[in-house]
């Protein structure tokens, strides 16, 4: 599968206006998302003599199809876990209306989204807990993206693998890969026509290494078992800027047609959003996710 992509930035004072433009034209009302990202690294490199040793319950068919996109090259994954359905918990009734958790001072002191980002301490998600087995997870493959220049949007091929059996860390540990750091995205995504729009801002979360541990410090990092008010999370751009990704996806991209249609789809959006947002090409150095 392909994917086809357009960046935009959105400071923080701007947000509330786009979100409000977004929807005038998607014609729907903005969906909150929130969306943990584990970061894997292989232990070794991939190749087609090498299969996982993927344990029962793994869709190990679509996940051998996965790794042979790879090409025996050397990439990280993602293991993504959509916690959309935590976010009552972390609203308050200042948010509601927008559907979004509030990132609270460490104090605790409730306030607007906009007040909460502003603070340059460390942010906490209220509440927000997740347990690996509650929510849904697959694990995401994303290619280098072609060369610039051959087209006018970001192009790179993906592949996501929804993992509806057995434990998702077993499952990349069965795969060869370690764990390597993680961050969650909370913002709100709309669909207009065949695009879908993503307006969200990362946060980092610390490892387990590097939080508090009862038997002291862990010897490498693990993910984190429990997102709790006790994890801080801090905004990965301090000023609080959102990226706005519009995103079409192409089934089989060696289609030219099929890609003519989704560019121009693209582009069409580009050009309805100037003057409102300028949408660019991706840095491709920034989207590579080969593993050196």
């Known amino acids: 599968m392909h994917e086809l992509l357009l960046f935009g930035q959105v400071s923080l004072l701007q947000h509330d206006q786009m979100l409000k433009i977004l929807a005038g034209v998607a014609a729907m009302q903005p969906r909150a998302i929130v969306e943990r990202h584990l970061l894997y690294k292989p232990r070794n490199r991939v190749t087609n003599n090498n299969k996982p040793n ?44 927008k559907g979004m958790p509030v990132a609270l001072p460490e104090n605790g002191s409730e306030g607007t989204v906009n007040e909460a980002a502003t603070t340059m301490e460390d942010l906490v998600f209220p509440e927000l807990t997740t347990d690996f087995d509650k929510h849904q997870w697959s ?43 993680e961050y969650l995205t909370q913002g709100h995504q709309l669909i207009h026509n065949n695009v879908t729009l993503l307006l969200q801002r990362p946060f980092t979360i610390p490892s ?33 800027t959102f990226i706005l990704q519009a995103t079409i996806r192409v089934q089989d991209g060696t289609k030219p047609e099929s890609m003519a249609l989704a560019i121009s789809e693209l582009t069409s959006f580009k050009d309805l959003m100037k003057g409102i947002v300028d949408m660019e090409v991706g840095d491709r150095l920034a989207l590579d996710t080969r593993s050196r």
Do not use: C
């Open 54 to 97: 993927v344990k029962p319950g793994a869709p190990v068919s679509q996940i051998q199809a996965l790794q042979a996109q790879m090409h025996g090259d050397v990439f990280y994954l993602q293991l993504v876990g959509n916690m959309s359905s935590d976010i009552h918990i972390a609203s308050t009734g200042k948010s509601e209306d």
């Open 139 to 181: 694990v995401e493959f994303r290619d280098l993206p072609d060369v610039p220049g051959r087209r006018p949007v970001t192009s790179r091929l993906m592949a996501s693998v929804s993992v509806a059996g057995g434990h998702p860390l077993h499952v990349m540990d069965s795969l060869g890969y370690n764990y390597v750091s």
């Open 208 to 240: 387990e290494s590097e939080t508090e541990s009862g038997n002291g410090p862990l010897p490498g990092p693990v993910p984190v078992k429990n997102l709790k008010s006790s994890v801080k999370l801090k905004p990965l751009d301090p000023s609080g």
